[in-house]
């Protein structure tokens, strides 16, 4: 762990605005698979010191070995061109790199909640979807074409990409009937070939922060990026509002949320077809939702739901898995 001074000096060191002085607080906080976290905070203003480490620190999960130097990299070029690419919106936020050290120095959010505290009350706002939706359209936009980025080995890496496909997908497919199986296995090697533009990787609702007064978005932890498909990315996040309004029946929230985040993505990524891809799309996200509930991580994303709704959720997904059901697709465009 980073000690006291030693961060105070991090901070001086990158922040060349206003110095930062020995009276502000600091706290440690949860650090993900293999990081520690230093929050350095005062009245003003909030960064977090994320160490790269060389081992998990995780109880539930051993993923792959891979150095600290790569994944710290990897999560500040992506993070950096994304604050870029959304400068005038701030959804980003800014951040330093200490190589020497694989340090990130990343700026708070003011107010901070977490996106997953709005999912489970089914309280989180339309704009919040827009500005997510505006957000991760730029990135997947930015680097569309880029044949350099796409094809650099630390953008392109598939080790860690196939560490989580086979926890989401191929642990899935081993649960379920063989109907819903096969489908996956076959979702599971498509995706695999597809290789289109660069990803957040870890959409999820812990990785979006919202100021609770200003209701501003700051999207966070683009270290599990890698190059696919950006249906990925938009599955990944919207499960978790299917979740979230299935669970509480507001299915008005549900139509409104989805239209404003394809029509925002749309418009911001023009170039991705998504229309030639929604019957993959529909299948990426039942098979999301339903890890959601049974994966390892199961208690970070669905606590908040009970045995019954659960099962009627997982009913629903594999419903929507296997059905060429065209309910299932005109949700997503809304008349």
Wanted: proline fraction near 3%.
């Amino acid at each position: 762990m980073i000690n006291n001074v030693d961060a105070i000096a991090l901070l001086n060191k990158f922040i060349k605005t206003d110095k930062i002085s020995n009276n502000v607080k600091i706290s440690e906080q949860k650090g993900g698979l293999f990081n520690d976290v230093l929050k350095v905070e005062d009245e003003y203003k909030s960064w977090y010191l994320k160490k790269y480490l060389e081992q998990s620190t995780s109880k539930i999960f051993s993923p792959p070995k891979i150095s600290p130097e790569i994944r710290s990299q990897l999560a500040y070029f992506v993070q950096k061109e994304c604050y870029h690419l959304n400068k005038d919106i701030k959804t980003v936020p800014d951040l330093f790199i200490d190589v020497d050290e694989n340090i990130l120095i990343i700026e708070g959010v003011h107010h901070p909640i977490t996106m997953i505290d709005l999912i489970s009350q089914n309280s989180f706002k339309i704009e919040h979807i827009e500005l997510i939706s505006k957000t991760i359209a730029r990135l997947h936009a930015g680097f569309s074409g880029n044949s350099e980025i796409c094809n650099d080995p630390i953008y392109r890496n598939q080790e860690f990409r196939d560490f989580k496909l086979k926890l989401q997908y191929q642990n899935m497919a081993e649960q379920l009937e063989e109907k819903c199986s096969n489908l996956i296995y076959h979702l599971l090697s498509t995706y695999k070939s597809q290789y289109f533009t660069v990803l957040h990787g870890d959409l999820n609702s812990r990785n979006i922060v919202v100021n609770s007064i200003t209701q501003e978005v700051g999207i966070i932890d683009f270290e599990q990026s890698h190059v696919g498909n950006p249906i990925y990315d938009i599955t990944y996040f919207l499960c978790e509002v299917y979740i979230s309004c299935l669970n509480f029946e507001n299915s008005e929230l549900l139509f409104k949320s989805v239209e404003a985040f394809l029509k925002t993505y749309m418009e911001y990524n023009p170039d991705f077809e998504i229309i030639n891809y929604l019957e993959e799309m529909k299948m990426h996200l039942a098979v999301q939702i339903i890890y959601r509930f049974l994966g390892p991580s199961r208690d970070s994303w669905t606590f908040y739901i009970n045995e019954n709704r659960k099962n009627d959720i997982i009913n629903y997904a594999k419903e929507m898995l296997v059905t060429k059901n065209e309910k299932h697709i005109d949700i997503f465009f809304q008349k």
